[in-house]
């Protein structure tokens, strides 16, 4: 059975965005007299190029084979738990995303950097406690402050 | 050239524009020197803070970051052993034994004071080559300019340790990003039917999202790997003025040629620091009378080191400023910067912009000033910031590239882009591809864009590539750097096979 390589998973996942950039492209304003070449052309080019890059990786690696593990394999949820703390972290990135337009920048970054700074830092001694409220609560009004009066950029 | 040089000094040298470069000196020494940040997270993070400032003040703080954080990883290469930056790894080979041997002030002093001086010199090379370039490069018509920023993300590509089709793959990636949106004729590519990227990506929260978020990431990834054992350190250092002083009178030809080596590396794309920094260490080493020294904590090793990776700042504006194609991930920020500003980089920017071009000569000048006397004075102070954890850098650094995509268009969209390129990013990274042709890719790709469809309208036929003589011997140089990065590939793997093989035997 064939293993799911990076290249090879690079690889299918790159010729899929193709596949759907290229269908896409159909809906670019075709050329006219006044723009022979088009809109489409130069994203097509590239459309191509990346395609068959991405074929050639695909080829590569279905001829050279998996590479050797250098560490045993992990089930999909030991694989979730080894990479835990990237995976929060991203997500608690989207959900700081989401919540700024609602919370508002203070409130939103304040339980975005507290939260992250938990997660990272940990959460069991009062030492970490203290470094985690002190740089939240010292950054966010600081960055607030120099972006609204130093800057007169408007934070959510 | 005196004139606009002195108009731009007088700018430069305002208190205001002053206070900007040494704030911005002082970010990148910090951030050069704390290990896994990098001078480009520097440049990145503050980036944001020029949105509302005039072209020379933006500018002279970004400079101030670029010189500082070119010296800043020898605090922590010195003191902690770590290179603060990559192109500050060979500082460690000197500058740590040195500081092992009860010398961490002088190990230092002699880094400030290389670096001092190749951030000298490196200028002197900018201003002499600069405008001899862009003065040559007014010839470039649409398909001199095509072909040469094809041959700069082919040789950036090839120079991806090991990863060409990958590379290929990346700047290819770039330059597809740079098609969603309005294109020159105002017809509308790949939006899928969202109103919002009709106006297609900012470059910004793009950049920051593929290299913040991969690199920060990965830092974790690698702090969860060792388990996070960070050493200790001795902050009490004393610098040695008279010592220093006589170890660099007798450094004179190491300096020079280090920071020739970091000039002539900086102006190459695809190249940077790191580069500069291994060739300097190794000429310094074969024009020893001792090369058993090196290694042990010698200053030659030091000299060789700081000079090389500081005057890669002068010489990698060359291109950037004379020919609009930025060599390395800084420059293309920095590039970045100055459009975010209303300029265009480029052969024209000296006849259009003398003022800034002089600005960004006195910002650096200034900037190696201050440099020096901050790393003099509070040494110290930056060996403790140094330790900081990335437990406590990441949170803080992802917020503020959150806050300054947004504070760009005051436009909470741009959140999205930085975080949906940032998770594109680090899978990315995660399956090896090469980052930086893909940022150049984003950087240069609508004006690679509008050069080929400029050239085509002036002459429909795609041979006059190859019938003009620039033209032609740039996409020549191309196809030799894809030649020359297969061949470099297949050595590699050809050791490899060989090295997994030989226990066998």
């Known amino acids: 059975m064939l293993t799911l390589t990076k290249d090879r998973a690079l690889a299918l996942a790159l010729l899929l965005i193709v596949a759907v950039m290229w269908v896409e492209s159909g809906n670019i304003r075709p050329p006219t007299s006044w723009q022979p070449y088009g809109s489409a052309l130069f994203p097509r080019i590239l459309l ?11 080829v590569r690696s279905l001829i050279t084979g998996a590479p050797a593990r250098t560490e045993p394999r992990r089930s999909f949820v030991q694989w979730l ?8 972290l991203f997500g608690l990135f989207g959900l700081y995303a989401a919540l700024l337009p609602v919370l508002g920048y203070l409130v939103a970054t304040l339980t975005f950097l507290v939260t992250s700074l938990g997660l990272l830092l940990g959460i069991d001694s009062r030492r970490k406690w203290i470094i985690n409220l002190a740089v939240s609560f010292t950054l966010v009004p600081l960055v607030y402050v120099i972006f609204r009066f130093g800057l007169n950029v408007w934070l959510p | 050239m005196a004139d606009f040089f002195l108009q731009a000094l007088g700018q430069v040298s305002s208190p205001s524009v002053l206070a900007l470069i040494v704030i911005g000196v002082l970010f990148g020494i910090i951030g050069g020197s704390i290990p896994g940040f990098t001078v480009t997270m520097a440049i990145l993070v503050v980036f944001p803070f020029t949105f509302a400032m005039d072209p020379v003040s933006g500018v002279s703080l970004m400079v101030g970051v670029f010189v500082g954080g070119y010296s800043g990883g020898i605090v922590s290469g010195v003191m902690l052993g770590i290179p603060g930056t990559p192109s ?11 500081a092992q041997n009860g010398e961490p002030g002088r190990a230092l002093g002699i880094g400030v004071a290389a670096s001092f001086l190749g951030t000298l010199i490196s200028v002197a090379v900018l201003v002499f080559f600069g405008p001899l370039i862009a003065s ?12 040469l920023i094809v041959f700069a993300l082919t040789l950036v590509a090839g120079l991806s340790s090991g990863a060409l089709i990958k590379g290929l793959l990346a700047a290819a990636l770039g330059l597809l990003i740079t098609t969603v949106g309005y294109d020159r004729n105002s017809n509308l590519r790949f939006d899928f039917g969202l109103p919002a990227l009709g106006s297609g990506f900012e470059i910004l929260p793009v950049m920051i999202g593929i290299f913040a978020f991969s690199q920060l990431m990965g830092n974790l990834e690698k702090l969860r790997d060792e388990q996070g054992k960070i050493k200790g350190v001795d902050t009490s250092v004393t610098i040695p003025y008279g010592r220093i002083l006589k170890d660099m009178g007798s450094q004179k030809l190491n300096t020079l040629r280090s920071s020739l080596i970091g000039s002539l590396v900086g102006a190459l794309p695809g190249t940077g620091g790191t580069v500069a920094n291994f060739i300097s260490y190794d000429q310094a080493k074969k024009f020893s009378k001792h090369p058993e020294t090196f290694g042990k904590g010698t200053p030659s090793g030091i000299v060789a080191s700081e000079a090389s990776n500081s005057a890669v700042a002068g010489g990698a504006f060359v291109p950037t400023l004379a020919l609009g194609i930025p060599g390395d991930l800084p420059m293309a920020i920095m590039m970045g910067v100055l459009i975010l500003h209303g300029i265009t980089p480029g052969p024209l920017m000296f006849e259009q912009n003398p003022v800034l071009v002089g600005a960004i000569y006195a910002s650096l000048l200034i900037g190696a000033v201050i440099m020096v006397l901050c790393q003099l ?5 930056f060996a403790k910031i140094s330790l900081i954890p990335q437990e406590v850098l990441v949170p803080v650094v992802l917020m503020l590239c959150a806050i300054g995509s947004y504070a760009l268009n005051n436009n909470l969209f741009d959140i999205w882009v930085l975080f949906v390129f940032g998770v594109i990013g680090y899978l990315l990274w995660k399956a090896g591809v090469p980052l930086t042709p893909l940022i150049l890719g984003v950087v240069l790709g609508n004006n690679l864009e509008r050069q080929l469809f400029r050239a085509l309208e002036l002459d429909e036929s795609w041979m006059t590539f190859l019938t003009r003589p620039l033209s032609a011997l740039f996409l020549a140089l191309a196809v030799a750097s894809v030649i020359f990065s297969l061949y470099q590939d297949r050595k590699i793997q050809h050791n490899q096979l060989r090295a997994r093989n030989l226990p066998e035997q």
């Open chain 1, 81 to 88: 738990g080894h990479n835990r703390t990237v995976f929060s």
């Open chain 2, 88 to 98: 500050s790894i060979t500082t460690v080979y000197d500058g740590y034994p040195m």
């Open chain 1, 48 to 58: 191509v190029v990346t395609g068959l890059l991405s074929l050639l990786i695909l």
């Open chain 2, 377 to 381: 004075l509070l040494v110290r102070w």
């Open chain 2, 136 to 147: 040559f490069s007014m010839n470039f018509r649409p398909w001199e300019i095509t072909a």
